[in-house]
């Protein structure tokens, strides 16, 4: 997993601020974005590379049609070629490869590399979570006042809030698995997502962030299953527990429509 993610990566950045052929797909929420060459050659290396190597393994990626033969494996290879397209085609250092192994449909490892950056994330199921091989751990933080959240910062001036938002240190970042990893770093103190997110932006990074003592929940504060019929979730908060307390707070009673 760990030198598929190297190697994707130099892949990735072969095609970062460059031009390339960019299509628009939409999704089956109806939602469209890009996709790019580079999203396709990463994914064409990666099932190569771990999916050619271990075919008894189930496969689902952002970039791959799902056959839903995955059900019938008892491990699952969870793929995202390139989280943050819309920044990667930018030209903007925010865009992450995310690679996950599910067993039994719970994460067993999660890569999340940032190779503009070189940042990677690494977790094994009860070993811990590392940055580049050094062990990471989510900030003690309790309150929301003075906080560093990563997100976007139009969410929490929204006006639908039934109460304003204290102050906050906000800083946007496109790629979900990015937010997260550096939450579970320490570098940002939580993140909050109101709107559906993919299984391949989660597995990886929600892994990392709980070995790093983080928690991961839907805004209501439901665990996220992976490995569903329908591969995508509804919200997502990740924070220290102290943190996540205080967001569930402010979200639990929130009834989202499903795909916002």
């Known amino acids: 997993m760990r030198q598929a993610a190297k190697g994707a990566g130099e892949i990735a950045l072969q095609f970062f601020n460059r031009d390339q052929e960019i299509w628009q797909k939409t999704s089956l ?6 996709v790019s060459e580079a999203d396709l050659a990463v994914n064409a290396y990666l099932k190569e590379q771990l999916h050619g190597a271990s075919k008894h393994f189930g496969w689902l990626s952002e970039e791959t049609e799902d056959d ?7 491990h699952v290879w969870v793929v995202d070629p390139i989280d943050g397209t819309r920044a990667f085609l930018k030209g903007r250092p925010h865009f992450t490869i995310c690679i996950a192994l599910m067993e039994d449909g719970r994460p067993l490892l999660g890569s999340v590399f ?3 950056s070189q ?3 690494f977790a094994e199921a009860g070993r811990g979570a590392t940055l580049n091989g050094i062990k990471i751990s989510v900030s003690n933080r309790d309150e929301l006042a003075g906080c560093r959240m990563v997100g976007d910062p139009g969410l929490f001036r929204h006006p639908a809030w039934d109460r304003p938002w204290p102050n906050m240190h906000v800083e946007a970042r496109n790629s979900m698995a990015y937010r997260i990893a550096l939450v579970a770093n320490g570098e940002f103190d939580a993140t909050v997502a109101l709107s559906s997110k993919n299984e391949w932006d989660l597995a990886a990074a929600s892994l990392i962030a709980e070995e790093a003592g ?13 490995n569903q019929q ?4 509804l919200s997502v908060l990740c924070a220290g527990p102290a943190l996540h307390k ?4 402010r979200t639990h009673h929130l009834r989202l429509p499903y795909g916002r």
């Open 114 to 116: 940032n190779p503009a």
């Open 119 to 121: 940042e990677h994330f």
């Open 68 to 74: 839903r033969s995955r059900f019938d494996k008892p």
């Open 246 to 249: 205080a967001l569930l707070d």
């Open 230 to 233: 329908d591969p995508h979730h």
């Open 214 to 226: 983080a928690l991961v929940t839907t805004h209501q504060g439901d665990p996220i299953i992976f």
């Open 29 to 34: 929420l109806g939602r469209t974005s890009p």
